[in-house]
């Protein structure tokens, strides 16, 4: 019966998605982003707003008033595998696929935003290599043995550009760390220690803990201090390009009728769905007022929000 149920929910994602209208999936995807800094920026006004891929949305070759918005709202860009990492671990990134994405972070630094790289390596040597690349071209970059992101490295032993100073904004930041899954700690405390002991000037972690309930502002206020004595910016990672069936907002009957707005399982990623991110009810979720995945990051103290799964217009855009 599960397979069943199952099949019944990929047939239905697969009409979903041959069916829709035509949407402009780029422009969806930069108004939602512009909404989530808005509706942050109402009551944080300095909220802080990373989009993780899509670098494709900062081209105004075709909606230039569209895409200054787009560019106003967020402070910075992300950008995966960077020199290592594609098509997988320890792979190097092709010099072609590169320098395109570096043509990108180019247009980025030219709006004044703030570059980060993210590469995922196999060894110390790589590590270095990436850190030092990223550096030579004006990038932030953060090098991590797990994909899943499930620990901070070990090497290099301190962060690239360590020292003690307080971070009031992105801009000032010379290094950053990336944990979003805390599962592998034995406890909330042993997790929290790892994140406390580290000395980057940003880290991106998710707004719940190892036991699944929110950090709370207390939590979040501590980790804000770095053990050299200056303030730390911490920020949560939020996918809003993918539904994830572990998140607090997901419903147990979605597996056998799910919303018009939920699409099929990410096969990389089990328990992650694509979503139709344009629709009311998915932003609603995310960004849709007290209670909305948004107003609990907001709560807990946060600095800002790391988005994931911008890249997602990518996926409608094949699929029609």
Same mark, same amino acid.
Request: some cysteine; aromatic content about 12%; charged content about 20%.
């Given at each position: 019966?599960?397979?069943?149920?199952?099949?019944?929910?990929?047939?239905?994602?697969?009409?979903?998605?041959?069916?829709?209208?035509?949407?402009?999936?780029?422009?969806?995807?930069?108004?939602?982003?512009?909404?989530?800094?808005?509706?942050?920026?109402?009551?944080?006004?300095?909220?802080?707003?990373?989009?993780?891929?899509?670098?494709?949305?900062?081209?105004?070759?075709?909606?230039? %008033? !569209?895409?200054? @918005?787009? &560019? *106003?709202?967020?402070?910075?860009?992300?950008?995966?595998?960077?020199? =290592? #990492?594609?098509? $997988?671990?320890?792979?190097?990134?092709?010099?072609?696929?590169?320098?395109?994405?570096?043509?990108?972070?180019?247009?980025?630094?030219?709006?004044?935003?703030?570059?980060?790289?993210?590469?995922?390596?196999?060894?110390?040597?790589?590590?270095?290599?990436?850190?030092?690349?990223?550096?030579?071209?004006?990038?932030?970059?953060?090098?991590?043995?797990?994909?899943?992101?499930?620990?901070?490295?070990?090497?290099?032993?301190?962060?690239?550009?360590?020292?003690?100073?307080?971070?009031?904004?992105?801009?000032?930041?010379?290094?950053?760390?990336?944990?979003?899954?805390?599962?592998?700690?034995?406890?909330? %405390? !042993?997790?929290? @220690?790892? &994140? *406390?002991?580290?000395?980057?000037?940003?880290?991106?972690?998710?707004? =719940? #803990?190892?036991? $699944?309930?929110?950090?709370?502002?207390?939590?979040?206020?501590?980790?804000?201090?770095?053990?050299?004595?200056?303030?730390?910016?911490?920020?949560?990672?939020?996918?809003?390009?993918?539904?994830?069936?572990?998140?607090?907002?997901?419903?147990?009957?979605?597996?056998?009728?799910?919303?018009?707005?939920?699409?099929?399982?990410?096969?990389?990623?089990?328990?992650?769905?694509?979503?139709?991110?344009?629709?009311?009810?998915?932003?609603?979720?995310?960004?849709?007022?007290?209670?909305?995945?948004?107003?609990?990051?907001?709560?807990?103290?946060?600095?800002?929000?790391?988005?994931?799964?911008?890249?997602?217009?990518?996926?409608?855009?094949?699929?029609?």
């Amino acid at each position: 019966m599960a397979c069943l149920a199952w099949l019944g929910l990929f047939l239905l994602a697969s009409c979903q998605t041959s069916s829709l209208p035509a949407i402009d999936y780029r422009a969806e995807m930069r108004a939602f982003v512009v909404k989530i800094a808005e509706t942050a920026r109402a009551s944080q006004a300095a909220f802080i707003v990373i989009p993780q891929n899509g670098l494709e949305l900062l081209s105004a070759a075709t909606a230039p %008033a !569209a895409v200054a @918005a787009y &560019l *106003a709202a967020i402070d910075g860009v992300a950008r995966e595998d960077l020199h =290592f #990492g594609y098509p $997988g671990d320890g792979d190097a990134t092709a010099a072609t696929i590169t320098a395109d994405w570096l043509g990108q972070i180019d247009q980025a630094q030219a709006a004044g935003l703030v570059p980060l790289a993210i590469d995922y390596v196999t060894s110390n040597a790589q590590a270095d290599a990436a850190l030092s690349a990223a550096a030579a071209e004006g990038v932030i970059g953060f090098a991590t043995f797990r994909r899943a992101l499930d620990d901070l490295p070990e090497w290099p032993v301190s962060p690239p550009g360590n020292n003690p100073d307080d971070m009031a904004s992105l801009g000032q930041i010379r290094n950053f760390g990336y944990l979003i899954n805390p599962g592998n700690f034995a406890d909330k %405390a !042993a997790y929290l @220690a790892e &994140l *406390a002991d580290s000395r980057y000037d940003l880290l991106v972690i998710d707004l =719940f #803990g190892v036991d $699944g309930n929110a950090l709370s502002a207390a939590e979040v206020e501590a980790l804000q201090r770095k053990p050299q004595g200056g303030r730390r910016l911490v920020i949560a990672y939020l996918s809003i390009g993918e539904a994830e069936e572990y998140r607090w907002y997901w419903r147990p009957d979605w597996d056998k009728l799910p919303p018009g707005w939920l699409e099929r399982e990410n096969p990389a990623w089990a328990g992650n769905y694509k979503v139709h991110y344009w629709e009311p009810a998915w932003q609603s979720i995310i960004c849709g007022g007290e209670g909305s995945y948004l107003d609990r990051i907001i709560d807990a103290g946060f600095d800002g929000v790391y988005l994931d799964i911008i890249d997602a217009f990518e996926y409608f855009e094949g699929s029609t």
